[in-house]
């Protein structure tokens, strides 16, 4: 495997990373609301 195929991999993958990273903090923070809406 040459270099620059890998450093485009791991940019990639690095991206995906950040990307699934931010919706997984959202998913958390829906999920925290509906509880607090169930609490009430």
């Known amino acids: 495997m040459n270099q620059k195929l890998r450093e485009r991999l791991v940019g990639r ?3 995906l990373l950040r990307k699934t990273q ?3 903090r959202i998913f958390l923070c829906l999920k925290r609301q509906e509880k607090s809406k169930k609490g009430n």
Do not use: E
Request: without cysteine; aromatic residues 16%.
């Open 22 to 24: 931010g919706d997984f």
């Open 13 to 15: 993958t690095r991206i």
